[in-house]
């Protein structure tokens, strides 16, 4: 009996303790894509980005323009060739093929280690003004939902407009794609 009584006592301690500490908590939630597309040293990322996009795409559309000039030209030319002249034009077609190919990953590549460097800083500037207004405001945890990672949050908690007030954020008229 006596141990019951224990065991009653201590799990209401335990249950009590428990209840205070999800009281102390307090989550907030961010979108920060909506913040890193507000911020005006985005805008020269992106334009950065797209013209080192636009000139790997012209060196493959030169190197796509070659093989198919060659590519035309063995097959308009094949019946002229003797066998040993044939299957030099054909591997020199494939090793193009595969320039092309070794090309578009690599340029895959460059433009993604190219945006990782450019978008780092400005995510870690974003970081640090979260950590400022969960500290301001009494949060204990903040959760990025702009990977659709939360299922349900209440809007009070959003500390968007904080953070992008913190960092003297305007809003942007962004243009529907295409345009």
């Not at 093989?67 to 494939?94: A, C, H, R, V, W």
């Not at 702009?146 to 243009?175: C, H, R, T, W």
Request: net charge negative; aromatic share 8%; charged share 25%.
């Amino acid at each position: 009996m006596k141990h019951t009584k224990v065991l009653l006592v201590l799990l209401m301690v335990a249950f009590s303790t428990l209840n205070m500490q999800a009281q102390k908590s307090k989550v907030g939630v961010i979108n920060v894509g909506e913040i890193l597309l507000l911020m005006p040293a985005y805008d020269s990322v992106q334009v950065a980005y797209s013209n080192k996009y636009k000139a790997i795409q012209q060196d493959l559309q030169l190197m796509y323009a070659e093989f198919q000039q060659k590519q035309q030209d063995f097959t308009s030319q094949q019946d002229n060739y003797t066998p040993i002249i044939k299957g030099m034009k054909m591997q020199e077609l494939e090793d193009l093929q595969k320039r092309i190919e070794t090309l578009q990953q690599g340029a895959q590549q460059e433009l993604d280690a190219f945006e990782q460097a450019e978008v780092k800083p400005l995510l870690d500037e974003i970081r640090k003004n979260i950590e400022v207004v969960a500290k301001e405001n009494g949060f204990t945890h903040v959760i990025n939902n702009s990977q659709e990672q939360v299922l349900y949050f209440e809007e009070s908690y959003n500390i968007f407009p904080l953070v992008k007030a913190k960092m003297g954020l305007k809003d942007k008229v962004i243009p529907p794609v295409g345009q």
